[in-house]
């Protein structure tokens, strides 16, 4: 096998293959010798027919298949030889094919970028400091019970915390807008699910009013015709409902897992998740700084199959959403290239920089944290020792967990070097910050 390397740009390169043609004629010889021992064709008994006949009738078919073996053989045996690390699959192209003289063909791919890692200690990292107040634990348990709570039909107008049922219809300039029509829609007073003004327009309102609001969207507003759109939203009431919320019993708590305690105990544990959620958001928000100044400072070079390998999945995540129905849509024309390219480029490029940090530190995941994170997931599940269990004899399962914990050592490494600075927070703030982030 002869193999030449051509660097054609800072990450594609030309590999020309050429391969003896008795690596492949004598392999195609003696599967056309073994379809002869059992090939069956009309005029010739079983096992009689002549390899003349069976070359003209399979000989093509047998040599594309064996061609296809000998270039992934020798594609591989190549990249090893030449020390080549392949970003994505080749294109494969078959320059000569000659029986009797043997094969040429030239794979082009893209390989793994090579970089020297940024100096971390220009980073400027805030780390927020907070703690669970019992304030905090008060406004949880109310929210707990408005989740809870039922509604009963009144006869008086809509306040705050009331769940109203609405038709409505919105318009811009004079033109229904897609989106903006409903009927039957419920909705609960102060929710902040509808855009600011919405919800506020309707306190007031009766059984059976009806009532224009003009309304303005948000600048952020997802929907790119309706950004800082002014437009008008007709309303009809048709029924207000009053809020009820359940007592603070033995069955409230139980519906949380607290068999026992009363409400000190269930107040305890309200208090333990909100703490593990505290530290969830305050980690999550310094892997965000860490991981922004990274894809900010670092400079290296993407590869475009990476990208589009991140492109197709992220595709597909958002696919799930729409179930078997997605198997009919036209999905490229539904959720284009260009509608994920920014992000996937900037998901593969902090790939590559963690993954070089791990590979320069020669970290390995930490056991015990590795079980820390184990145990800190089970504990949000009915039966911890079953996710236990599950994580410890699953190594692919436990494989992601480990993946996670390196990427925090690393996350962690970064932050040693760069400076840290504190900054006071509270929950509120920072759990809000959190689901905003989930959206």
Do not use: C, W
């Not at 080749?90 to 040429?104: C, R, Y």
């Amino acid at each position: 096998m002869q193999v030449s390397v051509e660097t054609t740009s800072n990450l594609e390169r030309r590999i020309t293959i050429g391969v003896p043609a008795e690596q492949i004629d004598g392999e195609v010889a003696k599967r056309l010798q073994d379809t002869a021992k059992k090939a069956r064709i009309n005029g010739f008994r079983a096992g009689k027919v002549p390899l003349k006949v069976v070359k003209q009738r399979f000989g093509e078919g047998i040599r594309q298949e064996v061609l296809g073996e000998v270039i992934n053989r020798t594609y591989f045996e190549a990249i090893q030889q030449e020390s080549l690390n392949p970003a994505g699959m080749p294109n494969i192209d078959i320059s000569k094919d000659t029986e009797g003289e043997g094969i040429e063909y030239v794979a082009t791919l893209e390989v793994y970028p090579e970089f020297e890692l940024t100096d971390f200690s220009a980073f400027e990292i805030a780390k927020p400091v907070a703690t669970v107040e019992e304030t905090d634990i008060d406004t949880m348990i109310e929210n707990l019970r408005k989740q809870a709570a039922t509604y009963e039909t009144v006869e008086r107008a809509a306040k705050t915390d009331d769940q109203v049922i609405i038709d409505y219809v919105g318009t811009k300039e004079g033109e229904e807008f897609e989106g903006g029509k409903a009927d039957g829609q419920t909705l609960v007073l102060g929710s902040n699910s509808m855009i600011p003004g919405f919800e506020d327009g309707i306190v007031g309102m009766k059984a059976g009013d009806e009532k224009a609001l003009d309304l303005t969207f948000p600048e952020e507003y997802h929907a790119e015709e309706l950004k800082g759109a002014a437009v008008q939203f007709k309303i009809s009431l048709k029924e207000v409902k009053e809020q009820s919320l359940p007592e603070l019993d033995e069955e409230f708590y139980k519906k949380f897992g607290v068999e026992e305690g009363g409400a000190e105990a269930f107040r305890a544990e309200v208090k333990k998740n909100m703490e593990r959620e505290l530290k969830n958001a305050i980690k999550n928000k310094v892997k965000t700084q860490v991981l922004d100044a990274l894809a900010e400072a670092q400079a290296v070079d993407i590869p475009g199959a990476l990208v589009a390998n991140e492109v197709e999945n992220m595709r597909k995540q958002m696919l799930q959403q729409f179930g078997a129905a997605a198997e009919k849509l036209d999905t490229k024309s539904l959720l284009p290239d260009s509608m994920f390219e920014e992000q996937a480029s900037k998901r593969v490029k902090l790939g590559l920089i963690m993954g070089e940090i791990i590979k320069v530190q020669e970290m390995t995941a930490d056991e015990d944290k590795v079980k820390e994170a184990i145990d800190e997931l089970a504990s949000t599940y009915h039966d911890p020792d079953a996710v236990i269990q599950y994580y410890s004899s699953n190594q692919e399962a436990k494989s992601s967990i480990e993946a996670m914990v390196l990427e925090e050592q690393a996350v962690e490494h970064v932050m040693n070097v760069a400076k840290v600075t504190e900054e006071a927070s509270d929950y509120e703030t920072l759990s809000a910050e959190a689901n905003q982030q989930a959206q």
